[in-house]
């Protein structure tokens, strides 16, 4: 029996499992990246989520989808908003 993971469609635009969105391009090539768990701390992602979720509310207050072009730049801007963070060192 195939796992259910397996039989995701999807090929190419963004998804999320609940922590970062990802990005998907058909015939992509992709790389791993771990971080420390004391690198990020709970609080602050919790605060980068929170703003991302407020970009994401307007336009549903405007009831219309975001624009493939806007979910790539909340997608460039909570990226950024995320490496800026890792890139001073904060943490443990």
């Not at 995701?8 to 420390?36: A, C, D, M, T």
């Not at 405007?62 to 801007?77: D, G, H, I, S, Y």
Request: aromatic residues 10%; glycine residues 8%.
């Amino acid at each position: 029996m195939a796992d259910a993971h397996c039989n995701n469609r999807l090929v190419s635009g963004f998804h999320s499992r609940g922590v970062l969105p990802h990005l998907k391009r058909e015939g992509g090539i992709y790389f791993v990246v771990f971080r420390q768990a004391g690198s990020l701390p709970a609080d602050v992602l919790l605060r980068f989520k929170q703003e991302r979720e407020a970009v994401l509310s307007q336009a549903l207050a405007a009831k219309r989808p975001l624009t493939w072009q806007e979910q790539q730049e909340v997608f460039r801007w909570y990226s950024e908003r995320v490496d800026r963070y890792l890139d001073c060192g904060h943490g443990e």
